[in-house]
């Protein structure tokens, strides 16, 4: 498949001029010009690279590429050495950050949406943020079990609120900032992927439980769904690595 119409089709279905992100989204190191094999992942370390090197990928499709806001913007050490992996093997790097978290199918946070099995009651559509309901009220310690057990991590549990739970907030990834709104919706629970000192604070007296799950383990759905969206209606091979990550 020809790069740059992989790259229209991608800016398009991600509706990727919708956000002012904090890193460019599409392509960030260009390889091949024609594209066969893809490797998916979260991140785009040098353990990623490798893989995709050893897979002979042509290119490699990521939720964390480069470039960020605020970063150190020369190519050395760390970055110079991925970089060049990258350029010596021809391959593409393509990132896409939060149109991939809000995409409403294959978006990480509709995706855990499914993994869970919460209603999607959101008021704003929007919004980074989702909101949810449990089909029936669940003791807290059996939802946290099963959060656990659906992204094989054990999260850490911050106890704010009720017993019962059925309403549910959620954001994948670093977004523990974002519990206010959750606390304005009224949520018994809010998931996020991370968590700040602030938050123990910020939850017990306001009356909520938090829950962070893992940044890798909530935002791994996305990539991988995206990835078999184009092995479905591509002639591409593709590949998820999953490099795993404790944070």
């Given at each position: 498949?020809?790069?740059?119409?992989?790259?229209?089709?991608?800016?398009?279905?991600?509706?990727?001029?919708?956000?002012?992100d904090?890193?460019?989204?599409?392509?960030?190191?260009?390889?091949?010009?024609?594209?066969?094999?893809?490797?998916?992942?979260?991140?785009?370390?040098?353990?990623?690279?490798?893989?995709?090197?050893?897979?002979?990928?042509?290119?490699?499709?990521?939720?964390?590429?480069?470039?960020?806001?605020?970063?150190?913007?020369?190519?050395?050490?760390?970055?110079?050495?991925?970089?060049?992996?990258?350029?010596?093997?021809?391959?593409?790097?393509?990132?896409?950050?939060?149109?991939?978290?809000?995409?409403?199918?294959?978006?990480?946070?509709?995706?855990?949406?499914?993994?869970?099995?919460?209603?999607?009651?959101?008021?704003?559509?929007?919004?980074?943020?989702?909101?949810?309901?449990?089909?029936?009220?669940t003791?807290?310690?059996a939802?946290?079990?099963?959060v656990?057990?659906?992204?094989?991590?054990?999260?850490?549990?911050?106890?704010?609120?009720?017993?019962?739970?059925?309403?549910?907030?959620?954001?994948?990834?670093?977004?523990?900032?974002?519990?206010?709104?959750?606390?304005?919706?009224?949520?018994?629970?809010?998931?996020?992927?991370?968590?700040?000192?602030?938050?123990?604070?910020?939850?017990?007296?306001?009356?909520?439980?938090?829950?962070?799950?893992?940044?890798?383990?909530?935002?791994?759905?996305?990539?991988?769904?995206?990835?078999?969206?184009?092995?479905?209606?591509?002639?591409?091979?593709?590949v998820?690595?999953?490099?795993?990550?404790?944070?």
């Open positions: 498949m020809d790069r740059k119409a992989l790259l229209n089709y991608l800016d398009d279905y991600l509706k990727v001029l919708s956000f002012k904090y890193a460019p989204n599409g392509l960030q190191v260009e390889g091949a010009e024609d594209i066969r094999r893809i490797v998916t992942g979260v991140t785009a370390s040098q353990a990623l690279i490798d893989k995709a090197i050893e897979l002979e990928a042509d290119t490699l499709l990521v939720h964390h590429g480069y470039f960020w806001k605020n970063e150190i913007p020369t190519i050395t050490s760390m970055k110079k050495k991925r970089i060049d992996s990258l350029l010596r093997h021809n391959i593409n790097l393509l990132g896409y950050h939060l149109p991939l978290d809000a995409h409403p199918v294959l978006g990480n946070n509709a995706q855990l949406a499914a993994l869970w099995n919460i209603e999607d009651i959101t008021p704003e559509p929007t919004s980074l943020v989702r909101l949810g309901m449990l089909s029936t009220p003791e807290m310690e939802f946290k079990s099963f656990d057990q659906s992204l094989d991590r054990k999260s850490l549990h911050l106890p704010g609120g009720k017993p019962q739970v059925q309403k549910i907030a959620w954001c994948s990834g670093g977004a523990q900032n974002y519990i206010q709104q959750a606390i304005d919706w009224d949520a018994d629970v809010y998931i996020s992927g991370e968590v700040s000192e602030q938050t123990t604070h910020q939850a017990l007296e306001s009356g909520i439980h938090y829950l962070a799950a893992g940044h890798h383990a909530t935002e791994r759905l996305g990539v991988k769904m995206l990835g078999e969206h184009l092995q479905k209606h591509f002639a591409l091979e593709v998820f690595c999953d490099i795993n990550n404790p944070v």
